[in-house]
């Protein structure tokens, strides 16, 4: 099944111990990224990825790395976490960066910080 | 910077009935692509509808059509013979063709909550 996974789907931490939040797909697709949604904020996109080695930042990329040594993962890293990062996290790829593509999303990961 | 805005943050509506959810949007560009997503309580995200700037014709599927007005910055969300299973949380998205900074990044409005009345 063609699918978007992520791991751990939910998750309690506390501030300043660092964590990393899997991404896979099996789909073979070139493009990712990872978005945060908060309530009455909607989705952005934290840092993307057009395909190997070639990442860059979103929108709201500050207290986030992301690393793409492999086209099926992309995670999510957060070196000292903080309060402000309890967020809902998706993971999300297409098949190439181009804009027509469906995006393709993780089921979420729900991160809470202490 | 594109923006997206959702003026309903809830909305109502019998089952069997329609409704149409809002959704405006700013930019510069001339060539572009809008999205409906889908959010029920599982909180998957579910792709409903797209819509490619440059064509004129509304985009439908099944149940769901879209109302596309380019000049006026507007891509309405139209469901019609509501389902218990339409409960969920739409988000309007704006796609930019630009391949530079940001290439391609879906920009997302805040939410539409949709209640289905049984």
């Known amino acids: 099944e063609a699918q978007v996974t992520q791991n751990p789907r939910y998750l309690i931490t506390v501030t300043g111990k660092k964590l990393t939040v899997t991404c896979s797909q099996n789909m073979n697709h070139e493009y990712m990224s990872w978005y945060r949604q908060d309530p009455g904020l909607g989705l952005r996109q934290i840092y993307y990825?057009?395909?190997?080695?070639?990442?860059d930042k979103g929108d709201v990329p500050e207290g986030y790395k992301v690393s793409r040594k492999e086209k099926r993962n992309f995670p999510l890293i957060l070196e000292s976490p903080s309060p402000n990062q309890t967020s809902l996290y998706f993971c999300?790829?297409?098949?190439?960066?181009?804009?027509?593509?469906?995006?393709?999303f993780g089921p979420g990961t729900r991160l809470t910080v202490l | 910077a594109q923006t997206v805005t959702q003026s309903q943050p809830e909305m109502s509506v019998q089952e069997a009935e329609t409704v149409t959810l809002s959704c405006t949007y700013d930019?510069?560009?001339?060539?572009?692509?809008l999205f409906w997503y889908k959010q029920p309580p599982s909180r998957q995200m579910i792709l409903v509808i797209r819509?490619?700037?440059?064509?004129?014709q509304n985009a439908t599927e099944n149940r769901f059509s879209v109302n596309f007005q380019k000049a006026a910055k507007s891509f309405s969300l139209k469901i019609s013979d509501s389902q218990l299973g339409d409960a969920a949380m739409y988000f309007c998205a704006y796609r930019s063709t630009y391949s530079g900074a940001g290439s391609y990044q879906l920009t997302f409005g805040k939410g539409t909550k949709l209640s289905v009345i049984p």
């Open positions: 930019t510069s560009e001339s060539d572009y692509y």
């Open positions: 819509q490619e700037a440059y064509k004129q």
């Open positions: 990825s057009m395909n190997v080695e070639v990442t």
């Open positions: 999300a790829s297409s098949k190439s960066r181009g804009p027509y593509n469906e995006q393709f």
